[in-house]
């Protein structure tokens, strides 16, 4: 099974800070990756997939890049409703997902 | 506009059966996959597997593989996940979300099932 470590797991920024979050596959996944935004009580968002396509609606902020084992998530300006947890999700081989990235408020 | 509308939150005992919905509306539901997701209490996502409701192609996870069996009705537009003897550990939020085959991310999500599991 491929396995997606998120680093890191926990980060503390401000408003307006540029935020990336790095998602590795313990082996190459090609362009297979989507990230998606988990705010308390609510179900996940889709924001990215084929690594660094936005899905329609998310605002131009959130960019994605990578591929092979290692893909980042970059928010270029934090914005209040940003503050949320981040999962990678690999899509090579079945749906697995990175065990998350909590951002909150500095 | 899709959907994706699931069945109410329930809480069972130990060791009781149980069967939770999510019913697609929106689009063709026998045309996307519908996967399932568990969310422990504060802990993140894990896909515990996948059917395609067109011809019920039906994937596992190998963590739920014999745990859970997922399922379809397409005649009502309607996926299932079930288990025959609950433990206290599958209390958890449940998830169901559309995906659009291999290699494709859940572009749509249920509101999600919260089952507790307690004696």
């Known amino acids: 099974d491929i396995q997606l470590t998120q680093s890191p797991s926990f980060l503390s920024a401000s408003v307006g800070d540029r935020v990336t979050i790095t998602c590795r596959a313990s082996?190459?996944?090609?362009?297979?990756l989507a990230w998606y935004q988990q705010k308390p009580g609510k179900a996940p968002k889709l924001l990215i997939y084929?690594?660094?396509t936005l899905q329609s609606g998310v605002p131009s902020r959130f960019s994605g890049s990578g591929s092979g084992t290692e893909f980042t998530l970059t928010i270029s300006s934090l914005q209040p409703e940003d503050f949320a947890t981040y999962y990678c999700?690999?899509?090579?081989?079945?749906?697995?997902f990175g065990q998350g990235t909590k951002v909150e408020i500095k | 506009e899709v959907q994706l509308v699931q069945s109410g939150a329930e809480v069972k005992k130990p060791g009781e059966s149980l069967k939770i919905s999510c019913k697609g509306s929106?689009?063709?539901?026998?045309?996307?996959?519908i996967g399932w997701v568990r969310q422990m209490p504060g802990k993140g996502l894990e896909w515990m597997g996948i059917?395609?409701?067109?011809?019920?192609?039906?994937r596992y996870s190998p963590s739920f593989q014999g745990q859970v069996t997922i399922s379809a009705d397409k005649s009502i537009s309607t996926a299932y996940l079930q288990w025959s003897s609950l433990k206290a550990s599958d209390t958890a939020m449940y998830y169901c979300a559309r995906g659009d085959g291999w290699h494709f991310p859940f572009d749509y999500w249920g509101q999600g099932t919260l089952v507790t599991v307690s004696s």
């Open positions: 082996q190459g996944i090609s362009s297979y």
């Open positions: 999700q690999q899509l090579n081989s079945s749906w697995t």
């Open positions: 929106g689009y063709s539901f026998t045309s996307y996959w």
């Open positions: 084929a690594a660094s």
């Open positions: 059917i395609y409701p067109g011809d019920s192609d039906t």
